[in-house]
Nanobody, 116 residues
Framework: QVQLVESGGGLVQPGGSLRLSCTAS????????LAWYRQAPGNQRELVAS???????RYADSVTGRFTISRDNAANTLNLQMNSLKPEDTAVYYC??????????WGQGTQVTVSS
């Protein structure tokens, strides 16, 4: 059973930064797609950033230029660096990984709250 464990969420003031991490119980090379999603209260879960095994990262328009997705293969960890945070970034952030069979795995989520 693959496990994805997120960390790094918390409370931050507008304009601040947070770094989220997602550590997998298996090698990141086990997955074709790695991504971060978020879900705010009353909203649907939305894609924030993604990385295919090969190719450039992709970002939602709302976070382009502020968020950076990266991977540390040696540590089996997917990161999301979030800068210039806004109140509308407040949500539960989820790590997602899809393998070559199309099976999708989710982490438990980590809360990010942007408020003064």
């Amino acid at each position: 059973q693959v496990q994805l464990v997120e960390s790094g969420g918390g409370l931050v003031q507008p304009g601040g930064s947070l770094r989220l991490s997602c550590t997998a119980s298996v090698s990141l090379f086990s997955f074709n797609t790695l991504a971060w999603y978020r879900q705010a209260p009353g909203n649907q879960r939305e894609l924030v950033a993604s990385r295919l095994r090969y190719g450039s990262p992709r970002y939602a328009d709302s976070v382009t230029g502020r968020f950076t997705i990266s991977r540390d293969n040696a540590a089996n960890t997917l990161n999301l660096q979030m800068n210039s945070l806004k109140p509308e970034d407040t949500a539960v952030y989820y790590c997602n990984a899809v393998d070559s069979r199309g099976i999708s795995q989710w982490g438990q989520g980590t809360q990010v709250t942007v408020s003064s």
